[in-house]
């Protein structure tokens, strides 16, 4: 099956395999998922939100779909969580040997097992990045090692994982953890030093994956297992930019939207994430910057408190 619709409407020369260095593939798998369903309808959201997504990235002065977004066949395998991973690794690892830039969009988060799989098998020394509320470091659950819950218990045998955001877990998976490659969603915010220091973790090649229950339920109520405490936009993509910056990021997915018909704000906001991401991918090279005056969070941070430092000062002389 060949998804019709394109991604943000953008121009048909821009859709074809031929002229594309970009791959989306949609899983919309929602076997495993066990509180609210819906994954399998986030595709179709987020394809319907990017229609109405401006296409000029202010941040980066740029408009990136120009390097062509091709939407592949869909994995539609739902006869097991086993033989869809296998669908998921076999379909993605065909785009990898096309030298494509391959992205996927769930479903839920076991469709990450056989993307983190095909990615594992072209780049050696890989760095699996994982944003999300939840550990998923169970070995099985529910009876199969193919549940959203068990997301990246294999990527942590098999690959570099460092996790961030994480803030619900069973105690069980503290076994499989490597708790000095977590941030903690309760950490963080007292931490400024966390990005310099995930970063310095990752290898040279950087693969994501990210469950949007990563952000606070505020601003992403649309997704099955929200937790409270998650993290914001700004810091979010302040975080991306520089892991797209320092790294090469050779790929990533995007996982557990749940779209609600009543509330389309969480359903544009992964459109304009998947474009961010893009953005951040193709415009290092040739970064212009229209906001390079403009300071960034971290950067205001600073300021604020000096700001603060100089009125105490004043009120004590």
Known sequence: MINAKTYAGIPDKYTKLDRAEVVLISVPYDGTSTWQKGADKGFDAFLA?????????????????KKGIY??????????????????HK???????????????????????????????SYKNLTVLHLDAHADLRDEYNGTPYNHACAVYEASKTTNLIQVGIRSMDSTEKEAMNKDQVFFAEQMIYDDSWIDRAIDMMTDQVFITF????????????????????????????????????????????????????????????????????????????????????PSIGEAKKIDKIKEHNEFEDENE
């Open 49 to 65: 939100a990017s229609d109405n997504m401006e296409l000029y990235d202010i941040e980066t002065n740029s408009e990136v779909y």
């Open 71 to 88: 939407i592949a066949e869909t994995v539609d395998e739902n006869t097991s969580a086993a033989a869809m991973v296998e669908q998921v």
């Open 91 to 121: 379909t993605v690892r065909k785009y990898l040997q096309q030298n494509k830039f391959v992205t996927v969009f769930g479903g839920e988060h076991s469709i990450s097992i056989g993307t983190i799989r095909a990615f594992k098998d």
């Open 211 to 294: 469950d949007v229950d990563v952000f606070d339920p505020s601003i992403m109520p649309s997704t099955g297992t929200p937790e409270p405490g998650g993290l914001l936009w700004y810091e979010t993509i302040e975080f991306l930019k520089k892991v797209f910056m320092e790294k090469n990021v050779v790929g990533f997915d995007i996982v557990e939207l749940c779209p609600n018909p009543a509330n389309k704000a969480p359903d544009f906001m992964v459109a304009k994430l998947y474009y961010k991401m893009l953005s951040y991918k193709f415009c290092q090279q040739d970064y212009d910057d229209f906001l390079e005056n403009t």
